[in-house]
């Protein structure tokens, strides 16, 4: 059955006879120059900085962490360090803390070492996650080398760990040396050396060319 034809509702609009339709009582939305709709609250954007730290963090350790750093001259801190403030303050910890720092020491001269050990020193502040440091040792002796380096370990300038190396005789003396320089640092650096000098004697007698040079200052200094 078709529905019945039902009478429609004439409103009497003032100024007009019947028949006339009043307008629709809705609100027009009135667009601004910008073509967003006045009164209408646009949903906010979702930032990388809205994920939870925890996110956050793992995002960053796929960034940052490929295996050990290896140390070299043009050795950089990454990129994304760079971006913002607060990326890098959230990352600068995973960097220095999460990988670790490889560096190769060639003939006992760690200078390079040295000098990345006091840029990390800054942020090498807390007892439960300091920088974790790899030292490889290759070459030859070489007792000027290692007694700088004795210098900048007493002088808490440089790291002192337990290096790595193939030659055990070699490790050993290394390692000996180093001691003496870490445990002696409220000592005077002149009775720290006289030390050094008498281990020089018995490792000469182990490997000759931590002697080399001795014999040539001894001659200068009776001259």
Not at 34 to 59: C, H, M, Q, W, Y
Not at 99 to 127: I, M, Q
Not at 130 to 136: A, L, M, Q, Y
Not at 203 to 221: M, P, T, Y
Request: proline share 5%; glycine share 6%; aromatic share 8%.
């Amino acid at each position: 059955m078709a529905p019945k034809n039902k009478k429609r509702k004439v409103t009497k609009l003032s100024g007009g006879g019947e028949g006339a339709v009043a307008p629709s009582q809705k609100k027009r939305k009135v667009s601004n120059s910008s073509g967003e709709e006045e009164g209408v609250v646009a949903p906010k954007k979702k930032t990388f900085f809205d994920l939870p730290p925890e996110l956050r963090n793992d995002i960053y350790e796929l960034v940052l962490i490929d295996g050990e750093v290896v140390v070299h001259e043009s050795l950089k801190q990454p990129g994304l360090l760079q971006t913002c403030r607060q990326i890098r303050s959230e990352t600068i910890k995973v960097w220095y803390y999460r990988p670790s720092f490889k560096s190769v020491v060639v003939d006992c001269d760690a200078r390079l070492l040295g000098k990345w050990t006091r840029h990390t020193a800054k942020y090498d502040n807390e007892e439960d996650s300091p920088v974790d440091w790899v030292i490889v040792l290759t070459g030859q002796p070489n007792w000027e080398n290692l007694t700088e380096w004795c210098r900048e370990v007493h002088s808490r300038r440089c790291v002192s760990v337990y290096p790595k190396t193939r030659d055990r005789e070699y490790l050993h003396a290394i390692y000996a040396a180093l001691e003496i320089a870490n445990n002696f640092r409220n000592a005077p650096w002149t009775q720290v050396e006289q030390t050094l000098n008498t281990l020089r004697h018995t490792l000469g007698c182990i490997d000759e060319g931590w002697l080399d040079g001795f014999e040539e200052s001894d001659e200068k200094e009776e001259v």
